[in-house]
């Protein structure tokens, strides 16, 4: 597995892994309104391309192939990982692990935060694991969805 800074060829990539767990992992949770209103609003090509060109979406590809991604941003007391997505297929092979492991690593003195929705138990078990506590819960940025726990890991 070679984790990397995605390019401008990755955009496609980068929003089929998206697109792909948002279809098999939010239904249930949110309904299919929300699942397409969040495909629409954050996995477009004008929504991803600024990260991609920032440096600050990274993938993890296997034989070639983009099997998860994760984008950050730093910001002044904190970096925010804001996505953090690995293909269904992929779930469990480490990939997501190891894009996160790299975004700790660039967060450098600095805790890292993310979100993730209420009714997403798997998420919370696996960053509760890695070292995140639950600090807060904070309405959802888009109409009718469920809050969003956010999480915090202290500075490596």
Known sequence: MRVREATAEDLDAVIHVGVTTWRATYPPITGEAYVE?????????DAVLPGIK???VLVAEVDGQVVAMASYSLREDHLMLWKLYVLPDSQGS??????LSEVIARAGDLPVRLTHLVGNDRAHAVYERLGFVETEKVP???????EEIVMERPAS
């Open 37 to 45: 209103e969040g495909i629409t609003k954050w996995w477009a090509p």
């Open 54 to 56: 920032a440096g600050t």
């Open 94 to 99: 480490g990939a997501g692990g190891a894009l």
């Open 140 to 146: 959802s940025p888009i109409d009718d969805g469920p």
